[in-house]
Nanobody, 123 residues
Framework: QVQLVESGGGLVQAGGSLRLSCTAS????????MAWFRQAPGKEREFAAG????????DAADSVKGRFTISRDNAKNTVYLQMNGLKPEDTAVYYC????????????????WGPGTQVIVSS
């Protein structure tokens, strides 16, 4: 397992942008599939975007496709989520997660989780 810490959340107006970062401890970061999940108030946690260990493959939920971009820098043990065109419905706690499996949207297959970072989008 790796230890994960997210940063970059905050309050932004609708239409604005934020970039979330997730930094991992440990020397095996590059062997993990990484993903961002989010949990809106009163809702279940849901998959937002994922990236393969080398960065060649990505996946994104339909609700964020075309607006959010996931990327990673293995030299810095960091995965990013660039969020553009933010909407009030993007308001949620965003979690970074690591999996030893290939890219998956299945929450149960992620072994390590960060504590989360809050994103609030005002209308």
């Amino acid at each position: 397992q790796v230890q994960l810490v997210e940063s970059g959340g905050g309050l932004v107006q609708a239409g604005g942008s934020l970039r979330l970062s997730c930094t991992a401890s440990g020397r095996t970061f590059s062997s993990y599939t990484m993903a961002w999940f989010r949990q809106a108030p009163g809702k279940e946690r849901e998959f937002a975007a994922g990236i393969s260990w080398g960065g060649a493959r990505t996946d994104a939920a339909d609700s964020v496709k075309g607006r959010f971009t996931i990327s990673r820098d293995n030299a810095k043990n960091t995965v990013y989520l660039q969020m553009n065109g933010l909407k009030p419905e993007d308001t949620a706690v965003y979690y970074c997660a690591a999996s030893s499996k290939i890219i998956t949207r299945e929450e149960r297959l992620y072994d390590s989780w960060g504590p989360g970072t809050q994103v609030i989008v005002s209308s």
